[in-house]
Every structure is written in structure tokens, then in C-alpha cells.
């Protein structure tokens, strides 16, 4: 079961990840930091390197986000003895990201950068923890099928809302995709303890060719991201760290490591880009998330962004909890329900048993790496769900196990 192909087309539910950026949304696995220039003083090194780690906030389990991540760091430059800051992203020994932080600390006062400054594209302004760019991301692929629909699309999309003028069938089928998100991300310091950060953003999608559903060509413009926050938190004396963001708007969301929600938006027929899977904002997430230290609890309501012919008026709701009990093993619990929703389940006979109003999942995860991240050595993981629905008889349920050895240093 996985809840982010119930709002999707069918072919749409099944795409692999396309985007510009490999790193995009995938999971944090380490993160070190490294000073460039350490001083001769070793007290001063630990607690620039300290003040870093607070300031970033970036967990193992964690998202990455360019935007998020150049936010924290323009905060971590306002730290004293810090001149600059700058960051490296490579995969990890379990598909993870490793992410590499270099501080080079600073001689004089730190200056202003960005295109305001004389400096260079995408950054507009920073200064004083005051952090503006300018985000731009282009793809274009060429996609391709051989006997689409067993080379039977008459039987396979009979009634299938998303066909317009001929579909995909028997033989090859080529097209052409590509889009432009383009906007504006910022942050700005409220207090030393308080941030206010946001993003305004729209994405120009264009289709070309045979697609799957359609031969027609399409163009489609509109807004992606649209949302606002608050992030804060502070670090005790004992070095406990808390941390806390509350956002509202339309943005990406993705619950956990994806087995229930991935992707919150729809794409292809008139918003075109099917297989560059372009869109992935809600129409509304309001997200609440705390941290501290390694334990986190969030909660959310998610509105998906459906495609406006096949829009089942869906919304979930849910709480999600992770937690490292011991070195190397981390845990997450999961719920989440669906408070509104005309989507309609089918028995055996074709006849509607009820909607998706009322769903109920439960999940339960762990991830172990007995010799820690970045080391050689063995890994294991699992996952196991469980779904009901409160207003008719459900049962359905799903899961995954894995287990590895990784080699960290073969090429």
C-alpha cells in the first residue's frame, strides 16, 4: 500500500524520481564538519565546530533541501570567528547522503555576499543572517514506449478520464518533455533564536509527441511553491539541542523514507511533463515539527495538489515519530487518516464499499547499521503497515525488509 498512488494517474503513481538535482529530497545519512584553517587554539576549533552543528540543525534522517540548507548555512555565518562556510553532497554506504561541511574561519569581518554585493548568481543578498536567492532549475528528456497498454489501449483505457485524442499503442511511441521551476527562497532573522523563511515559486511544463494518454502537445504555467515558516531553536549548556518549524502553504512533502506519501502532487494531461514527473507541491500543507537532539515528532495536514478532472477532494492528516534508542538504530512510528475524501473503493463484485474517508494506517520502521555510518560492515532495515478504514471493513497491509553489506571505499 502506498498512500502517494492513490491521488496519481496510474503510470503517474509508478515514475521513477526525475529532476535536476540527484540529491533532492533524499535522506540524510551523515554529516560532518571540517575546518578548513583551524586555528592553533584546539578549544576554539570546538566550539566554532559546536556552534556549526547547532546552527545547521541537520539530523541523519533528515531531507535535504538546497533551499534549506543554504538558509541554515547563511545563519551559521553570522557566528562569530566564522568567515565562510560552504558544503559537499556524495551518496553514502546505504544510498543515503553523506553531507560534508567546511567552515573556513574568519580573519577579518565577514562581508555581505550575493548579487547585491557585486557577487555571483543564484544568491541575491546576504548579510546578517538575512539570506535571498534566486532558484532556477531546466530539464528537458525524450521518452520512449514499445506496445504501450500490451498494444491494446481500446481495452486497458476504456473510461479512463485522462486520454485525449489518441493514446499510446501497438509499436513505438516517442515524445519530448521539459520544464523551468523558477522563484525566489529567503530567510531572515527574527531574533538570535527565531527565523522567518519563505518561497514564491512557478514551473513551466511543455509536452511534445506520442505521450501515453495523448498526441497532443501541451504547455501548462502556474504556481509551485507558495509558503511561509518559522524555524528556531537553542542549545543547552549540557549541549542538548532543540529545534522546532512550523510552515504553512503550498510545498513538497514527503512522509518518513516515502513508503507512505512520496510525491503530493499530479502530473500530465494539460499540466504535461508525465515521465519528468515536474510537480510535487500540495495544494496545503500546514506542518508542525520538533526535535531534540535525536528524537523528532511532526504533525501535518496534507492536501494533495490532484489533477483537476480526477480531483477526489482528498485531505490526510497525521502524526510522525522518530527516535535513535541506541547508536546506530533508528525507529519511526506512523499514522495517518484521511478526514475527507470521495475517492471510491471497489469489492469484489465492482460494487462502491465505501471512500477513502476514514482510512486509518498504521506504520512501524527501523534502520540498523551496527558499525555506523560511512563504516564498512553490514545493514539491515524493515518496514510493515497496516491499513483499516473506520467506517467499513478494510484490512490491507504491506511491508519491506532488507538486508546488505557495504563496501564504502570500492570504487
Known amino acids: 500500500m502506498a498512500l502517494a498512488s492513490t491521488w496519481l494517474p496510474a503510470e503517474t503513481a509508478a515514475q521513477s524520481v526525475a529532476g535536476v538535482d540527484p540529491y533532492t529530497n533524499q535522506q540524510v545519512e551523515r554529516v560532518s564538519i571540517r575546518i578548513v584553517n583551524p586555528s592553533a587554539d584546539a578549544g576554539l576549533n570546538a566550539r566554532v565546530e559546536d556552534s556549526v552543528r547547532t546552527r545547521l540543525a541537520l539530523f541523519p534522517g533528515a531531507r535535504f533541501s538546497q533551499q534549506r540548507i543554504e538558509f541554515q548555512l547563511a545563519q551559521a555565518r553570522r557566528i562569530r570567528d566564522v568567515g565562510d562556510i560552504d558544503y559537499d553532497v556524495s551518496f553514502g554506504r546505504q544510498g543515503g547522503l553523506d553531507i560534508a561541511i567546511s567552515v573556513t574561519l574568519a580573519e577579518d569581518g565577514a562581508e555581505g555576499r550575493g548579487l547585491t554585493f557585486g557577487g555571483d548568481f543564484p544568491v541575491i543578498y546576504e548579510k546578517d543572517g538575512t539570506f535571498v536567492r534566486f532558484k532556477l532549475d531546466l530539464l528537458a528528456l525524450t521518452y520512449a514506449n514499445n506496445n504501450a497498454w500490451y498494444g491494446r489501449p481500446d481495452a486497458m483505457l476504456a473510461g479512463n478520464p485522462l486520454v485525449e485524442g489518441e493514446p499510446s499503442g501497438e509499436g513505438w511511441d516517442q515524445w519530448v518533455e521539459s520544464y523551468v ?77 516515502g513508503f507512505l506519501i512520496a510525491n503530493t502532487a499530479a502530473n500530465g494531461k494539460e499540466r504535461a511533463a508525465l515521465q519528468a514527473n515536474a510537480r510535487w507541491a500540495s495544494d496545503l500543507l500546514a506542518l508542525a515539527r520538533i526535535r531534540y537532539n535525536d528524537t523528532m515528532l511532526e504533525a501535518f495536514y496534507l492536501d494533495p495538489d490532484e489533477l483537476p478532472d480526477i480531483d477526489t477532494e482528498t485531505a490526510y492528516a497525521g502524526l510522525n515519530f522518530e527516535a535513535r534508542p541506541m547508536e546506530n538504530l533508528d525507529i519511526g512510528l506512523s499514522y495517518v487518516t484521511s478526514p475527507n475524501s470521495n475517492a471510491n473503493y471497489f469489492g469484489p463484485t465492482g460494487d462502491i464499499v465505501g471512500t477513502r474517508e476514514g482510512l486509518q494506517v498504521w506504520d512501524a520502521r527501523f534502520t540498523y547499521t551496527p558499525n555506523g555510518a560511512g563504516a564498512p560492515g553490514p545493514f539491515f532495515g524493515a518496514e510493515y503497515a497496516f491499513q483499516s478504514n473506520k467506517n467499513f471493513d478494510m484490512d490491507a497491509r504491506a511491508g519491506w525488509a532488507e538486508i546488505g553489506y557495504s563496501f564504502p571505499q570500492a570504487r
Open 181 to 257: 521551476h523558477y522563484g525566489i527562497y529567503g530567510i531572515t532573522p527574527i531574533n538570535e533564536r527565531l527565523y522567518f523563511y519563505g518561497g514564491l515559486s512557478g514551473l513551466a511544463s511543455y509536452s511534445v509527441g506520442q505521450e501515453l494518454f495523448t498526441d497532443e502537445t501541451r504547455g501548462w504555467n502556474a504556481v509551485e511553491d507558495a509558503y511561509a515558516g518559522l524555524v528556531g531553536g537553542r542549545t543547552d549548556e549540557a549541549g542538548n539541542r532543540l529545534s522546532y518549524n512550523l510552515t504553512l502553504g503550498r510545498q513538497r512533502f514527503t512522509l518518513a523514507n
